[in-house]
């Protein structure tokens, strides 16, 4: 049993992080913006941590989550449904598209996995449009249903709960059997089977886990800008993104999609100033050099120069 | 009836060519180092940004522009293979060559934003239409096809009949051997990587043809999906199951949009990308080495 | 009491055929070596034992029970437990990880606490003795460290039975022995059946109860250590001599 001391120690690292965010978003309108922006980049990098950091699965279409939580979100809205209780909903229904896209998916192997993720990513946009689904390429506006009710700081306190939720719900994977099985089939998927792991119930449960929160973040995203449409709500930026904090703070721990989806919005922020239009270009680069040369992220970078931060960086 | 078969057939076919080409890079480079290459798509916009500003510069045809496209992309590909794909080769993370590609891609198609802008372009090459009277084409498609034909037979004499094309083959069925056998494999990766970034190059200015106002920094998107269900249909690790690849599909994208059409409220053009996704999945799962691929 | 029962298996893979109609038996509390020229299909056996590949013909039958189309993990479950020729530890997870793992998804599956599985780990790295490097990642120990893991992690799934495919090699004489030493205690001590596919003849011969050889994927002979010893048919196809064998066996 650790002590008081010790766990203290283990989650004030988080805590201070999120004590800073709330303070920040009460300053002003504009740092609420940033915060919103960081929490919801780490709400999903966070999800993505799931099944990419434990489960060694590399999901490129981890943006279609967001989709759907969006227009699930946009269809109850219309029908008078509250939009808290929608993004909810929306989070359920994208875990269940999880499961069914998972129980087909999770059998295909590394590049296969990949190509095939990141394929589903214009393959729902297309069908979206193509079938004339939910507004087709025009989508729904949400505006005569939603106008009055926006409140930004609602926007932001939920996805701030999302990600509180999310970190708990790492820890408690991280210390279960399920994590120990995750971890296992992510280093070794064949000697994990003969060790008794079901790999593919893990993976199909990780998945399902990883769906959840991009689904509400959706809903958030839909209640921000409006107008859910395919071009608006199903970016593969939001893939990369992910995977690149996920990558950045480090792969595979509790705080490292934190720490990187702060990092990487700081960073953005600055470039937007001095360099405008060049983000994306400069975050490609940044990913490859992460690969190269930190391959354990921002803190597996601290634990190795700082070994007293060690209990801190969980 | 016969007259749209015929269309169908040759417009497929016509079209699926090119497709094939456009996408015998990524199958080559899967083969020779099992690695996706993420880039490709954005290989692709290059090339045809290449055509592009030969025509607007220079003032040369797609056709033409094809030599400056390929030495483009060659040079290109030694460059992205050097300073990125080499150090990821060995790296106990299959997904660092993964993820990495697809940064650079997009990378990539924020550097082509930032430098010619979202704009859309076209490149309107015309030169007459050969009529029938029952059929008529493009007379541009025509040369299009009949230079994908010399490009493919181009590939061929190289994989073939040169020395380095043995080599790339050579380690495409076995680097170990392939290396025990004298031949240098690293150089050989290289220049694979560097050929396959070329054939995307030449397949992006060729492509051009069919998009006479489509060129835009994000149009990989649009064959992104494509490329991958050509490469998978069609075999990995085998060039020529690129061609295989795109014949299915482009014969799939005249077929499938008639059919579709008999469903009412769908858009048959969008709604075929998506079946092209199903199949990707079907094949993924059932024979995933595709038509042409090695059987295990 | 037959424990396991391989049954005429047949395993081609393409044009090869890795196992011709292979047919053995393993009974309860029994050490069985297995042993042959490299190619001869032991692994592959020992694959399609633990459901790693699924055989073209035959059947496995594990305490009456045709277990052939069970998935690998289930088969674990049921108390077959394997180590790997090329050691396969979790590279990033450290030692102790790598023991929970096989815990926590063997015999025990879902009936075992996190916390009782950490202290069941302790007890069998303490067994196998390396206790210095629990909290170590697998991937910085040493060849012997890492055969020792191979079985710590097979001991975690607590197997009836055990296959160990070359747990020796690439050890010196005293770690040899010392896992030898190790083996006996595990099996007297926990009761476990034990399957050895070993190449080191004087190990192999010293501990087994009976040894079976392949070659080519077919069991040419099957019999007690003395009795293969004298075996011509092992002899030849070991030298590649008929005349070669014969003098040796007249020895």
Redesign the interface.
């Known amino acids: 049993m650790e002590d008081v001391g010790d766990a203290v120690k283990k989650y004030s690292g988080l805590i201070l992080i999120y004590l800073l965010l709330i303070l920040l978003s009460l300053i002003s309108t504009a740092y609420l913006e940033i915060v919103y922006y960081v929490l919801f980049l780490m709400v999903i990098s966070q999800s993505l941590n799931i099944i990419m950091g434990f489960g060694g699965l590399y999901n490129f279409g981890h943006a279609v989550f967001i989709g759907i939580g969006a227009y699930v979100f946009a269809l109850l809205v219309v029908q008078g449904l509250n939009p808290y209780i929608s993004m909810i909903a929306g989070g359920i229904v994208s875990s269940a598209v999880a499961f069914l896209i998972g129980i087909v998916v999770l059998r295909l192997r590394g590049p296969f996995f990949a190509i095939c993720t990141l394929s589903t990513v214009p393959a729902v946009k297309y069908l979206i449009i193509g079938g004339k689904i939910a507004g087709g390429a025009a989508g729904i506006t949400l505006f005569r249903y939603l106008g009055e009710a926006y409140n930004p700081y609602m926007l932001t306190y939920i996805l701030l709960i999302s990600s509180v939720a999310i970190t708990i719900l790492t820890l408690k994977v991280s210390a279960s059997p399920l994590g120990y099985s995750l971890k296992a089939l992510r280093e070794d998927h064949d000697v994990a089977e003969t060790s008794g792991v079901d790999t593919t119930r893990c993976k199909i449960i990780a998945f399902i886990i990883s769906a959840l929160f991009p689904g509400v973040a959706g809903g958030v995203l839909a209640f921000k800008i409006f107008w859910v449409m395919p071009e608006t709500v199903i970016d593969l930026t939001w893939s990369i993104e992910a995977i690149l904090i996920v990558l950045l703070g480090g792969s595979g721990t509790t705080i490292g999609p934190i720490i990187g989806a702060v990092v990487y919005e700081v960073l953005k922020d600055l470039l937007m100033r001095y360099f405008p239009g060049l983000q994306l270009l400069i975050f490609g680069l940044l990913v490859v050099a992460i690969i190269s040369v930190a391959p354990e992220g921002i803190v597996g970078l601290l634990k190795n120069r700082f070994k007293r931060l060690r209990s801190f960086l969980i | 009836m016969f007259e749209l078969v015929f269309q169908v057939l040759v417009y497929g076919v016509i079209i699926g060519a090119v497709y094939g080409l456009a996408t015998m890079g990524l199958n080559l480079i899967?083969g020779v180092m099992?690695v996706?290459n993420?880039t490709h798509a954005e290989l692709l916009t290059l090339g045809a940004y290449t055509a592009y500003w030969a025509w607007v510069l220079i003032g040369l045809n797609p056709i033409a522009s094809i030599p400056l496209s390929a030495l483009l992309g060659f040079v290109i590909g030694i460059f992205i293979f050097y300073i990125?794909i080499y150090?990821?080769l060995f790296?106990?993370?299959?997904?660092?060559t993964?993820?990495?590609t697809?940064?650079?891609?997009?990378?990539?198609?924020?550097?082509m934003?930032?430098l010619w802008t979202a704009d859309y372009r076209g490149v309107p090459w015309a030169l007459g239409v050969i009529k029938f009277s029952w059929f008529s084409i493009p007379i541009t498609y025509v040369f299009t096809f009949i230079s994908c034909i010399l490009i493919i037979i181009i590939v061929y004499f190289i994989l073939y009949r040169t020395y380095f094309g043995k080599s790339i083959r050579a380690v495409i069925w076995d680097s170990g051997a392939a290396a025990i056998c004298g031949v240098n494999v690293k150089a050989t990766l290289a220049l694979g990587f560097a050929l396959g970034s070329a054939l995307a190059f030449i397949g992006g200015s060729l492509i051009v043809i069919y998009l006479p106002t489509g060129i835009n920094p994000y149009m990989g998107?649009?064959y992104?999906?494509r490329c991958?269900?050509i490469a998978?249909v069609g075999g990995l690790g085998n060039p020529w199951g690129a061609l295989a690849g795109g014949l299915v599909l482009g014969l799939l994208e005249q077929v499938s949009p008639i059919v579709l059409g008999y469903i009412p409220?769908?858009?048959?053009?969008?709604?075929?990308?998506?079946l092209s996704?199903l199949i990707?999945?079907i094949v993924?799962?059932i024979m995933?080495e595709g038509i042409l691929g090695r059987?295990? | 009491m037959v424990l396991l029962k391989v049954e005429n298996i047949v395993k081609r893979f393409g044009g090869i055929t890795a196992l011709k109609d292979v047919s053995l038996d393993i009974y309860e509390n029994e050490i069985l070596g297995l042993i042959g020229p490299n190619g001869s299909g032991k692994t592959t056996l020992v694959n399609v034992v633990t459901g790693v590949y699924t055989p073209d013909s035959g059947r496995i039958i594990y305490r009456g029970r045709d277990i052939t189309r069970t998935p690998p993990h289930l088969r674990c479950r049921m108390g077959i437990a394997r180590t790997y020729q090329v050691t396969r530890p979790f590279n990033n997870l450290t030692v102790l990880e790598n023991v929970m793992v096989s815990i926590l998804n063997g015999r025990r599956c879902g009936k075992i606490s996190v916390e009782e599985a950490k202290e069941l780990a302790e007890n069998i790295i303490e067994t196998i003795g390396l206790s210095k490097f629990k909290e170590s990642p697998s991937k910085s120990l040493n060849a012997q460290g890492r055969k020792r893991l191979e079985i710590a992690r097979a001991l975690g799934a607590e197997p009836e039975l055990m296959l160990l495919d070359e747990c020796l090699a690439g050890l010196t004489p005293s770690e040899i022995s010392e896992m030898l030493n190790t083996i006996r205690r595990i099996k007297s001590e926990r009761k476990i059946t034990i399957l050895m596919i070993e190449h080191l003849m004087h190990a192999v011969m010293n501990i087994s109860d009976r040894i079976a050889v392949l070659h080519e994927g077919v069991k040419i002979a099957e019999g007690k250590p003395e009795d293969i010893a004298g075996n011509i048919k092992v002899a030849e196809v070991y030298f590649g001599d008929r005349e070669l064998a014969l003098k040796f066996v007249k020895r």
């Open positions: 899967w099992r996706v993420f990125i150090r990821l790296s106990p993370d299959i997904h660092s993964l993820v990495a697809f940064a650079l891609g997009v990378a990539l198609a924020e550097l934003k930032v998107h649009l992104l999906l991958f269900v998978v409220g769908v858009e048959p053009l969008s709604l075929t990308p998506f996704f990707l999945i993924l799962l995933p059987r295990r």
